[in-house]
């Protein structure tokens, strides 16, 4: 699905701004107009906007709505409505009468509206958002009934996973007016060495032009659908110079141009190679999350977090643990950073949960979730969403599932086998495990091109002992090693919690100190391990989280507080991943 954009064909309308809104307790009416209620801007999470439980901790549905006109354009033209994500189940109303529905909080979806929008009269909108999580959504949740003395049964609804969920529309909304024959689809697979394959879906019989250009030189052009090249003297894209290139698409009346960029990604027994050239990743696990605002999308935090990362050396991030915004991988792309792109595959096990939140009934995993049809969905529109990002180099297609209980590898195997399929680039495709799934237990890791372990020994184990956490770190690691010695390996997440302005001379956990001597023992260990490919620490910044005894407002692993100020970390990591050669090596 092609992102909308303006162009000499296209019209692009805002639907972002401020909607009405209401909390709902029962099934809404989207045939009449909504009463009630209260402002609501948009894109945002609902929760942290107005004051309450009531509202931050909603669990059901909510509805949104607005009014539009059509602009007034001529020409034979097709309208689309396109919500780039709405958390996580989004039902669609226009003037009353249902459009349809989308499982599934961080894709875009859309609907034709040619034949449903008034061209005379306003249009009023609404869609009805729900945020519950079960066992066949992901992320994963679980749904309780549970009874509290002198209070009754209440539904309960516990997040599998270790983040807020916040929970609305949380990206643009647009209405998309194009001619009728239009480009729907490009795939553009350049590589390191100026080679390429580019493929579009276009309506119509009109012949499909494709050029190249480098501003208003062109490079490369040919006529058709199909296209094998090679571009000579190509920049390659890279973190230093993430040189992008127009690819222009035009066909009939329409015309699409979609920034792309030349790079090879490949991986060896002894690492990831981009164009040819071995790259060890420093960078972060992130989440989209921002005061106020919670998940939406927030241009002024996604420049921010990028340049910050620059100025550390970083070179690389995981989207943990969902696709991120459209805008957020096209300031990759712009600034040159490498991006895991995962799936929102997390919280897949049901013998315990991230925050520890008590669950009453365990069953063994992979005869309890149904998630498999809708992992295939997430799999397929992440792919056909993200596949034409230079700054992609990897897939991981799940956040710590149960991979060490019996049936993990069935599960797993079709979807791994359907990444690979999808990809143009064939990337390498992983997931993250967790630190139940050792070496000799992990059932999914043989299905893995690298591997990718979070571990937090000497926090979440061992806790507090730095020196015993390393030593079960270097011993983990040597296992790995010894039972995959073709796979290089990745530390997916580490890190400790440390509560910003805590100090202590000796450390202790929650300190900042504490927080940089264990990220320092733990890249001790990795300094000495030549099959280690790269360094994520866990987390880029603080981020909100379900509460929890051990959550102090929040996950406090951050190497910046969540206003995006350093810890004691943050410069020792700095002068890390900014020496000469660290990282190349
Ligand atoms: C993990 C999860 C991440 C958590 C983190 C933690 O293993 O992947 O979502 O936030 O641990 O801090 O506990």
Request: glycine share 8%; charged share 25%.
């Amino acid at each position: 699905m092609l992102y909308p954009q303006n162009s000499r064909s296209r019209l692009s309308v805002p639907l972002d701004g401020i909607w009405q809104f209401k909390l709902l307790d029962a099934p809404h009416d989207a045939g009449q107009p909504l009463a009630g209620g209260c402002l609501m801007p948009v894109p945002s999470s609902y929760n942290d906007i107005y004051e309450g439980r009531e509202m931050r901790d909603h669990v059901a549905q909510v509805v949104y709505e607005r009014t539009f006109f059509l602009p007034p354009i001529g020409g034979d033209r097709v309208a689309l409505l396109r919500f780039d994500s709405v958390t996580h189940h989004g039902e669609v109303y226009l003037n009353g009468m249902p459009l349809g529905s989308h499982k599934g909080g961080f894709l875009p979806f859309e609907f034709d509206v040619t034949d449903r929008v008034d061209r005379e009269q306003e249009n009023r909108l609404t869609v009805v958002v729900d945020n519950i999580l079960d066992h066949t959504t992901l992320p994963v949740g679980t749904v309780e009934e549970r009874t509290f003395p002198a209070i009754g049964t209440r539904r309960v609804n516990l997040p599998n996973f270790d983040f807020f969920n916040y929970s609305g529309i949380h990206r643009p909304v647009t209405l998309n007016l194009l001619p009728r024959h239009h480009i729907s689809d490009i795939t553009f697979d350049g590589r390191g060495d100026g080679s390429f394959t580019c493929r579009v879906e276009c309506g119509g019989e009109s012949p499909v032009e494709v050029s190249i250009k480098d501003g208003d030189r062109i490079l490369w052009s040919g006529v058709g659908r199909e296209h094998h090249g090679t571009v000579d003297s190509i920049i390659a894209w890279d973190v230093d110079e993430p040189k992008l290139y127009d690819l222009e698409v035009v066909s009939g009346e329409d015309s699409y141009t979609l920034a792309v960029g030349f790079r090879s990604v490949e991986t060896k027994r002894d690492g990831l190679y981009l164009n040819g050239r071995r790259v060890y990743l420093k960078g972060f696990g992130k989440h989209e999350d921002s005061p106020v605002g919670g998940r939406r999308l927030d241009q002024v935090y996604n420049v921010k977090d990028l340049a910050l990362m620059k100025w550390m050396g970083a070179n690389s991030l995981r989207t943990c643990h969902y696709p991120y915004s459209e805008q957020f991988l096209d300031l990759c792309d712009r600034m040159g950073i490498l991006v895991i792109g995962e799936t929102s595959a997390v919280g897949m096990h049901t013998t315990f949960t991230a925050t520890g939140m008590k669950i009453d009934v365990h069953t063994p995993t992979w005869q309890t979730l149904a998630t498999a049809s809708h992992h295939r969905d997430v799999i397929r529109d992440m792919i056909a969403r993200d596949k034409n990002h230079p700054c992609i180099i990897m897939w991981s297609i799940a956040n710590e599932p149960a991979s060490e209980e019996a049936g993990a590898r069935n599960y797993f195997e079709p979807l791994f086998a359907l990444a690979r399929e999808l990809d143009p680039h064939r990337r390498p495709v992983t997931f993250a495990t967790h630190g139940e799934a050792s070496w000799d237990t992990c059932e999914v890791a043989p299905l893995c091109d690298v591997l990718m372990l979070n571990r937090y020994f000497g926090w979440y184990h061992e806790e507090g002992n730095i020196e015993v956490g390393a030593a079960m770190l270097r011993q983990e690691l040597d296992c790995y090693h010894e039972t995959y010695p073709n796979l290089p390996i990745m530390l997916g997440e580490f890190g400790a919690d440390a509560v910003a302005g805590l100090h202590d001379s000796t450390p202790t956990m929650f300190s900042e100190e504490f927080q940089r001597d264990l990220i320092a023992a733990y890249c001790a260990v990795l300094d000495a391990k030549e099959y280690i490919f790269g360094e994520h620490v866990w987390n880029f910044a603080d981020f909100a989280t379900a509460e929890s005894v051990k959550r102090v407002q929040g996950n406090k692993k951050g190497v910046f507080t969540r206003e995006r100020k350093p810890k004691m970390c943050a410069w020792y990591l700095k002068d890390r991943w900014g020496r000469e050669n660290n990282g190349n090596r």
